[in-house]
């Protein structure tokens, strides 16, 4: 057995860990070390892994006092003292966590705890910190001793380099990572979506579970695997491998009656036992598989997450709202749809706005058919929902990122606005919905590199001139279209207004276009939206009404 075996239960571990190939790794260059990480070039070797684990933490750039393993040697004693290891008591922020025990030891379990309490001992600032004991037993396997694994767990706790988003440790960059998971599922797995809507009560809560999965329920073998790519490539791959869980879910489980009566308690079983549909290169060929955003538009999409949070001063755990309420059926009424439908078009919508409930701001039927009212009423409120419905009963409708005032940036002239979070869809006869084109098909576009909004976390605050001068407004907007180098405009005509008509998407075409009395309509295919006609293509408007989120929690 190799120098790394101390906490290693062998009759658990995977028997092709053993084997004893002997490969070194040499290469430096991003490129190559990612090519390997997900081949598994080191996963074969357990010595090799180790030393690997090593070069790839002791290169992560960290805070000056860092702790290290001399710090371990000289706490532990005072801190565990004579107490065993089985009684200690976790601290808060690993919030009843799992601690996994994968391929320990008895001396190796029991470390785990001891490392933890020496952690929080170390890092008064951890708030909140579910994945810290997964990480603490995946590297005691692949560690001397107790003291060299706090160093490293020391070390990947301690990252200050702004780019490198590691492990969460406060509540704030939790929550709003489970809310850009949720994002992200709505984005990338819209049939898995669909189902955790048919099937769960808060689907936020479904998805709050997504670190859960890697770091608690996956297998040893598998969670080594994601670790080995994450050491490399950093946190986008962790919502890789929990997308590419909840694909696999839906497709061994799609149609089957529910195990339980949760699907969070089905899905936990489910990536616990995932060996038995999955192997762990399988998991990894799906998740990059996965067309995902680029890092730098997941950052912005954390960010705008973590403020929505902030102005709702949810900070700190707290018990959930249920979010699946948010349009409560006592209190809601439209023309158009119907509290089912409502909440079906609500779990389309970003997770920051899906906190809100639904707040009716204009209809013809009480403020008549003026494009200049239609106008007045929607200012000032963003984003905001487009419902409408015609003369012979068909039901479509837009989700619109931007506040309608913004048409005026234009002049006089009509011009194009808005993000790639717009999308339109069809309620009646069936149910569609056509998300921006870039979305589904990225290669249409390279994400660009322009400086002011993306050259680092610091400067992706600054969005582009004529930017409100509040600096809490200034975050680049997530999905803003001078992000991606476009073929051409007709990729990113979102919405357009003048007191002539409204257009919603562009290109060969408009999704949506209204006239000045608000009466008439037209829709066809459109490039931005690659869209079916949303209705018949010339229509008769019977009402039409235009909604805004209300803040429930500010009043």
């Known amino acids: 057995m190799d120098e790394y075996s101390r906490f290693v239960d062998w009759d658990k571990m995977d028997v092709t860990a053993q084997s004893q190939d002997a490969k070194e790794l040499t290469c430096t260059e991003f490129q190559e070390l990612k090519q390997l990480a997900r081949q598994g070039y080191w996963a074969k070797n357990h010595s090799l892994r180790a030393k690997v684990y090593h070069k790839l933490i002791s290169n992560i750039p960290c805070r000056t006092v860092t702790p290290d393993a001399n710090v371990y040697r000289d706490i532990v004693v005072k801190i565990v003292g004579k107490r065993s290891s089985s009684s200690l008591p976790l601290p808060e922020f690993v919030d009843n966590s799992l601690v996994p025990t994968y391929c320990l030891n008895a001396e190796g379990i029991g470390a785990v705890r001891k490392i933890i309490l020496c952690i929080a001992n170390q890092f008064p600032d951890i708030s909140f910190c579910p994945a810290l004991p997964s990480v ?11 003291a060299e694994c706090f160093e490293q767990v020391c070390r990947i706790l301690a990252c200050n380099d702004p780019s490198k988003r590691l492990i969460d440790q406060t509540f704030l960059a939790f929550e709003s990572s489970c809310m850009t998971f949720g994002d992200l599922v709505n984005k990338y797995c819209q049939a898995a ?31 080594a695997r994601v670790f080995d790519v994450f050491l490399v490539e950093g946190y986008k791959v962790l919502y890789r491998v929990a ?7 839906h497709k061994v489980r799609h149609g089957q009656p529910m195990e339980s009566d949760s699907v969070q308690q089905d899905i936990r079983a489910f990536v616990r036992d995932i060996a038995k549909s999955v192997s762990p290169e399988r998991l990894l060929e799906k998740a990059f598989a996965i067309r995902l955003f680029s890092r730098k538009e997941i950052q912005l999409l954390q960010m705008a997450n973590e403020k929505a949070l902030q102005q709702k001063g949810i900070t700190v755990k707290q018990k959930r709202q249920n979010v699946h309420l ?35 701001l204009f209809t013809t039927l009480e403020h008549g058919c ?8 929607s200012e000032g409120h963003e984003p905001t929902l487009l419902l409408i419905k015609t003369t012979a009963k068909e039901v479509c409708g837009a989700y619109l990122s931007t506040d309608w005032s913004e048409r005026r940036r234009g002049g006089n002239k ?3 606005f808005g993000t790639g979070e717009c999308f339109v869809f069809r309620l009646q006869p069936e149910v569609e919905r056509y998300e921006w084109v870039i979305i589904k098909h990225p290669e249409l576009a390279s994400a660009g590199t322009e400086p002011e909004s993306h050259a680092s976390p610091a400067s992706s605050t600054l969005s582009s001139a004529g930017a409100p001068s509040d600096p809490s407004d200034r975050l680049s907007p997530f999905l803003a279209a001078r992000h991606f180098n476009l073929p051409s405009k007709t990729a990113s005509m979102f919405m357009a207004g003048s007191s002539e008509c409204v257009i919603v998407g562009g ?9 000045a009395d608000l009466n008439h309509g037209r829709t066809s295919h459109c490039n931005t939206f690659n869209n079916q006609p949303l209705c018949s293509e010339s229509f008769q408007i019977s009402v039409l009404e235009v909604w805004g989120f209300r803040d429930t929690m500010n009043g």
């Open 507 to 515: 290109g060969d075409g408009q999704a949506l276009y209204l006239d």
């Open 193 to 223: 979506h669909k189902l955790m809507v048919a099937v769960s009560e808060d689907v936020l809560e479904v998805y709050s579970d997504w670190q859960r999965w890697l770091f608690g329920e996956l297998p040893m073998a598998y969670i």
């Open 414 to 416: 009509l011009s194009f």
């Open 243 to 249: 997308l590419a869980l909840l694909k696999f879910f």
């Open 370 to 377: 003026s494009l200049s009212r239609f106008y007045s009423h």
């Open 326 to 360: 948010a349009v409560h059926a006592e209190n809601f009424k439209s023309e158009i749809v119907s509290v089912k439908e409502m909440r079906d078009i609500w779990s389309w919508i970003p997770e920051r706005f899906a906190l809100c409930q639904p707040l009716l």
């Open 136 to 146: 603490i037993a995946l590297l005691l396997h692949y560690s001397k001793d107790e």
